[in-house]
């Protein structure tokens, strides 16, 4: 094989490789969605949701602690009704 040879393969594997890192970049951010194949195999599908799991942790804990927040207020108001419903009786 020539050098111009051995330099355009290089070249078009270099390339390919830039591309495939950029679209693995996208699907770990998830700002492209992963094809079903892809969710279909274990190792991949692991190594891709990792940072949507860590987003949905988030969203659960902000969940969870606006709930709590709920749950006393609520139980505050019923008491404060309670206390009103007994004056007026």
């Known amino acids: 094989m020539t050098f111009k040879k051995i330099k355009k393969i290089s070249m078009i594997l270099l390339i390919l490789i830039i591309i495939a890192g950029g679209l693995y970049l996208l699907l770990y951010m998830n ?6 194949f892809l969710q279909s195999i274990p190792f991949l599908n692991n ?7 860590d987003k949905q942790e988030t969203e659960l804990e902000k969940i969870t602690k606006e709930n709590d927040k709920l749950h ?3 139980t505050a108001n019923n008491k404060e009704i309670d206390k009103l419903k007994k004056q007026i009786k």
């Open 31 to 36: 700002i492209i969605k992963a094809p079903s």
């Open 47 to 53: 190594k891709i949701s990792t940072a949507s799991s």
């Open 72 to 74: 006393r207020s609520l």
